[in-house]
């Protein structure tokens, strides 16, 4: 058999530079080894292409099925939070830590603190909604995969803000782990799709978002 093929994504036309942006992940805790794994590449592709750790927010609902509702009301809260921001807050960069590595009560924690404050004035400029929805023996399967689709597309169109579609429908568990680059064939560990999601994110919020 060949070993190439004409599937995946073509290499993009500019490298974008994401050092200004604030991306949000909405992740479903269904089936978490895969969700780690597709989140951890998002977020590796998201700093290799300059996203600041710090802009990076990344926040949990239990199943797929909440995907739309949260990530409208994460786009939804970003935009308040930007109406209402004080001007002084919005010339700082903007830094929203995962890791916490700074000491209460040092000058770095209070450095850390006002960037902290000033990332939560900012917009998104785009959001990754992910989940795994594995085939059952009812018809779960079809009825969330269907919704959520059309939820998220209804959410990115209603809001203006871009939602990169994280969600995959896999009709056995190893199909989900080969999409996450964790297949249980070493073989076939196959490529995760959190990495695209993650260009993908970049993309739309530096390059698409600026074409209206
Ligand atoms: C109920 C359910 C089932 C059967 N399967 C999945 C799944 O494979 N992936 C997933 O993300 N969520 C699943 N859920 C949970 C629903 O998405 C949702 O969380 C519940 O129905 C509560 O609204």
Redesign the pocket.
């Known amino acids: 058999m060949a070993d190439h093929t004409i599937k995946g994504l073509g290499a993009p036309p500019t490298k974008y530079d994401g050092s200004a942006l604030r991306i949000g992940i909405v992740h479903?805790r269904?089936?978490d080894v895969v969700i780690k794994s597709l989140v951890q590449g998002a977020v590796d592709k998201l700093k290799e292409q300059g996203v600041k750790e710090e802009n990076i927010v990344i926040k949990s609902?239990?199943?797929?099925?909440?995907l739309p509702f949260a990530t409208q009301k994460l786009i939804a809260g970003g935009k308040e939070q930007a109406t209402k921001a004080e001007p002084s807050l919005l010339g700082s960069t903007n830094l929203l830590s995962l890791v916490d590595e700074v000491r209460p009560g040092t000058p770095a924690q209070a450095d850390k603190d006002k960037q902290q404050a000033a990332a939560a004035t900012r917009e998104f400029d785009a959001v990754i909604a992910i989940?795994?929805?594995?085939k059952?023996s009812?018809m779960?399967?079809e009825y969330?995969s269907e919704a959520v689709t059309h939820g998220l597309m209804r959410v990115q169109l209603d809001t203006g803000t871009p939602v990169v579609f994280g969600v995959l429908t896999a009709l056995t568990d190893e199909q989900a782990l080969v999409r996450a680059g964790i297949g249980s064939n070493p073989e076939e560990k196959g490529h995760n799709h959190g990495e695209d999601w993650g260009l993908a994110a970049v993309e739309l919020a530096a390059s698409v978002s600026e074409w209206g």
């Open positions: 479903a269904w089936n609902v239990p199943g797929s099925y909440e989940g795994v929805l594995i059952g009812t779960h399967f969330i």
